[in-house]
Structures are given as C-alpha cells and as structure tokens.
C-alpha cells in the first residue's frame, strides 16, 4: 500500500496561487493513478483533479478546467496540484488520493475508485 502526506496549503487573496504537493511512500508511486478532491465545509467531498499512472493523461472538471494543472514526478514519488486564479469558492480541505492500476491511460473521477487517501490541506482564498 502507499501512504500520502500533502503540503503547500495556505491562505491567499483571489486571483493568487498556489501549489499543492503530495508526497507517496511505501508501494511504486507509477503504479497509483493520483488524484485531488476537496472538501468544503457542509459539503461533498468534490473531484478536482486525476492524472494517470504515467502522467500522459489529465482530467478536470469546469469549475477549476484552465485555472489547475495536476502533475507528477514519478522519480521523486510527488503529484503537484498548481492552482492558479483561485476564488473564495475554491477554499477546501484539499486531499490527494491514490489507487492502484495495471492500466497506463485510464484515469479515475470517482471518490469511490480511489483505495488511498491523505489526511488533506487547508487552502483559503480571500476576497
């Protein structure tokens, strides 16, 4: 199994960025298709944001398609989420999920798909 530790939360005005790290140990990080979800409060636990095993392959949904890039290094077993242009709706709990694949360009949208999780960032844009 992987465990997941994210990084690079914070607070900051809107129209600012930042970028969200998760750091994977235990199993091969390229075999875990990776993902972020955010959570805010009263609310669903939302997808964000997947990338396949190898990277080739990314997916959004409108709400953050063309302001947030999802992306990995597999040699330093760390998946980014750089968030640019962020707005007061986008303050959440931000979690980095895993799971496990034998497929190299299928990716996941699902909170249920995903086996791992991290225990989440705090990321707060003011307006």
């Known amino acids: 199994q992987v465990q997941l530790v994210e990084s690079g939360g914070g607070s900051v005005q809107a129209g600012g960025s930042l970028r969200l790290s998760c750091a994977a140990s235990?199993?091969?990080?390229?075999?875990?298709?990776m993902a972020w979800f955010r959570q805010a409060p009263g609310k669903e636990r939302e997808f964000v944001a997947t990338?396949?095993?190898?990277?080739?392959?990314?997916s959004y949904p409108d709400s953050v398609q063309g302001r947030f890039t999802i992306s990995r290094d597999n040699a330093k077993n760390t998946a980014y989420l750089q968030m640019n242009s962020l707005k007061p709706e986008d303050t959440a709990v931000y979690y980095c999920?895993?799971?496990?694949?034998?497929?190299?360009?299928?990716?996941?949208?699902?909170?249920?798909?995903?086996?791992?999780w991290g225990q989440g960032t705090q990321v707060t844009v003011s307006s």
């Open positions: 990338i396949t095993r190898t990277g080739d392959v990314t």
């Open positions: 235990g199993r091969t990080f390229s075999a875990y298709a």
């Open positions: 999920a895993a799971r496990d694949t034998t497929y190299d360009s299928i990716y996941y949208v699902r909170r249920n798909d995903y086996h791992y």
